[in-house]
Each structure stands twice: as C-alpha cells, then as structure tokens.
C-alpha cells in the first residue's frame, strides 16, 4: 500500500508542474531521439538507439513514481491544524538546551525539506523528535553525534 505524504499548497503544485514538465516536455523530446536513431538504420549495433530507449524507460519511471505519489498526495491547511502540538506545517521556535541556540525550523513533507529556507522534514530525525511536542517540552533526539535536546519555545502556522 503506498504511503500518504502531506503537502502545503505551494509543494503540490510544485510536484504537479514537474510531472507536467516530464509529461509534455522531456517524454516528446525522448520520442523524438528514439525516432532520429532509429532513421540511422541497423538498430542491433546502434548504441545511440540504445541509449534514447533506456532513456524512455527512466523517464516513464519518473513519471509512474511522480503520478502515484500525487495519487498519494494531500494538502494541508495550516490554518485547521491545532498550535498546541509540533505537527506538520509549524514553525517550531527551539533552544538547544546544552548552548542555548535558538533556531526556528518549519516541519514539511521530505519533497518539500530545504534547509537553507529553514524547512525540515517531518521524517529527519530532529523532524521526529519535535512532532507531537507542546510549547515547553524537552525533545530528546537522537542524532548522528549523539543525544541532543531542544526546549520547544513556540508554535505557529505560517
């Protein structure tokens, strides 16, 4: 059974224009190289026929994968998600408890997970560590390093 993935607006639409950008753009040019190797005759000893159908049966895979995780897809509304617990979509303002860094991170789904904009995956460990906590909590997380943990400061929706 595949796996429900949530998404905010913004992620799913994103995922819809790149499968459309696969459908429409990347499987004609595909055909059409398959089409020009094929005109260049014996095809049992024609490596750049070769190449253009392993290029469509990566293709169709990225497009099959694609189609079922947005069959699997469903967008939320941060605005009716409860602020009392970290869940996906919040904004968690946390302090490292051994040096006292404050960081505010906002739990995604792992396609959306971009760290330079301070978006965590819900599936990363410090992601499972914070779901589920209240404004006070300690998350104890495991980490690569060790034992980290982090007092929950603030929740919000963005």
Same mark, same amino acid.
């Given at each position: 059974?595949?796996?429900?993935?949530?998404?905010?607006?913004?992620?799913?639409? =994103?995922?819809? *224009?790149?499968?459309?950008?696969?459908?429409?753009?990347? !499987?004609?040019?595909?055909?059409?190289?398959?089409?020009? *190797?094929?005109? =260049?005759?014996? $095809?049992?000893?024609? *490596?750049?026929?070769?190449?253009? =159908?392993?290029?469509? &049966?990566? $293709?169709?895979? !990225?497009?099959?994968?694609?189609?079922?995780?947005?069959?699997?897809?469903?967008?939320?509304?941060?605005?009716?998600?409860?602020?009392?617990?970290?869940?996906?979509?919040? /904004?968690? !303002?946390?302090?490292?408890?051994?040096?006292?860094?404050?960081?505010?991170? /906002?739990?995604?789904?792992?396609?959306? *997970?971009?760290?330079?904009?301070?978006?965590?995956?819900?599936?990363?460990?410090?992601? =499972?560590?914070? $779901?589920?906590?209240?404004? &006070?909590?300690?998350?104890?997380?495991?980490?690569?390093? &060790?034992?980290?943990?982090?007092?929950? $400061?603030?929740? /919000?929706?963005?």
């Amino acid at each position: 059974m595949a796996k429900v993935s949530y998404y905010t607006q913004e992620g799913y639409n =994103k995922l819809k *224009a790149e499968l459309d950008h696969l459908r429409n753009v990347e !499987r004609p040019r595909v055909i059409a190289a398959i089409a020009e *190797a094929r005109d =260049k005759g014996d $095809l049992s000893e024609n *490596a750049e026929y070769d190449a253009a =159908k392993e290029a469509q &049966g990566m $293709l169709e895979m !990225r497009i099959a994968k694609m189609e079922e995780t947005l069959a699997n897809a469903r967008v939320m509304d941060a605005s009716q998600l409860d602020n009392s617990k970290v869940l996906i979509l919040s /904004t968690v !303002r946390i302090r490292n408890v051994q040096n006292k860094r404050e960081t505010r991170y /906002t739990l995604v789904a792992q396609n959306e *997970a971009d760290i330079a904009k301070g978006k965590i995956s819900v599936d990363s460990p410090i992601g =499972k560590g914070l $779901l589920g906590k209240a404004v &006070g909590d300690i998350a104890e997380i495991k980490v690569p390093n &060790g034992i980290m943990n982090f007092e929950i $400061l603030e929740i /919000t929706r963005e």
